[in-house]
């Protein structure tokens, strides 16, 4: 069982730093912001294309960082805040999955 646990957590880990740091270069957080907006509105804003959009944005409300109010509408939970740069710069720093890095 132990042996299970450690794959799921090294597994889900790197997929949760990954969808992090796609998330930090799109600017995701900053642009769904603390109103419910849809996936598509994100992508075009993104310049990205809204199905792949929406699953990563799905894939943040998994991780706590968003909540989806509907299929396909989407807002910052106060977690997803340490991810803008209205953040304080030493918690940004202290990131790995920092754009600067």
Avoid: Y
């Amino acid at each position: 069982m132990a042996e299970r646990n450690l794959i799921v957590r090294l597994t889900f880990g790197t997929m949760a730093a990954q969808t992090l740091r796609a998330a930090i270069r799109l600017k995701v957080m900053e642009l769904v912001g603390d109103t419910p907006r849809r996936a598509a509105d994100v992508a075009a804003d993104a310049g990205a294309e809204p199905q792949p959009m929406t699953r990563l944005l799905r894939a943040l409300a998994g991780l706590g960082l968003l909540r989806e109010h509907s299929p396909d509408s989407f807002s910052a939970t106060p977690q997803a805040h340490f991810w803008t740069p209205a953040a304080p710069a030493r918690s940004r720093r202290s990131s790995p999955c920092s754009p600067s890095r």
